[in-house]
C-alpha cells in the first residue's frame, strides 16, 4: 500500500506498522475511527435485542416454583420470529451473558420445541 499510487500517504502514516499478539490493540479497530464506531453500534443493537428477548420471556413464559420465568424453546420461537429471525443467535448470547439458562448446545426449531429456557 505504502507504494501504491492511489493511496494518501497521510492515511497510511495514522495507522500502526505492525501489532503483535501481546499488544492490546492486536485485532482492534483503530481508535475514532468508523470501523471502531460501526462495531459500537453493532453491540449496542445487539444488546438491545437481548433485553427485548428477555421481556418477551417474562411476557410470554410462566413462573415456576423456584421464582424463574420458564418458557418452551417452541412457545417462544413462535413469539419472537415475528420480530426478528434471529432468535437463536440472541438466545445464545444471552445465555453467555448469564440471563438465560437452556439444556444443550443450540437449538433446532421442531426438534427442541419442548426445551426449557429458564430466565435468570
Not at 7 to 30: F, I, N, Q, V, W
Not at 43 to 53: A, F, I, M, N
Amino acid at each position: 500500500q505504502r507504494k501504491n499510487p492511489f493511496s494518501s500517504e497521510d492515511r497510511l502514516a495514522s495507522k500502526p506498522a505492525h501489532t503483535h499478539k501481546g499488544d492490546p490493540t492486536y485485532g482492534r479497530p483503530p481508535e475514532g475511527s468508523r470501523t471502531e464506531q460501526r462495531g459500537k453500534d453493532a453491540h449496542s443493537h445487539v444488546g438491545k435485542e437481548v433485553e427485548e428477548l428477555c421481556s418477551i420471556i417474562r411476557r410470554t413464559g410462566e413462573v415456576g416454583e423456584d421464582g424463574h420465568v420458564n418458557v418452551t424453546f417452541g412457545q417462544l420461537f413462535e413469539t419472537y420470529v415475528t420480530i426478528s429471525n434471529k432468535v437463536v443467535g440472541i438466545l445464545l448470547r444471552a445465555r453467555k451473558h448469564g440471563l438465560v439458562h437452556f439444556e444443550g448446545e443450540m437449538l433446532w426449531q421442531g426438534k427442541d420445541d419442548d426445551v426449557v429456557i429458564t430466565l435468570l
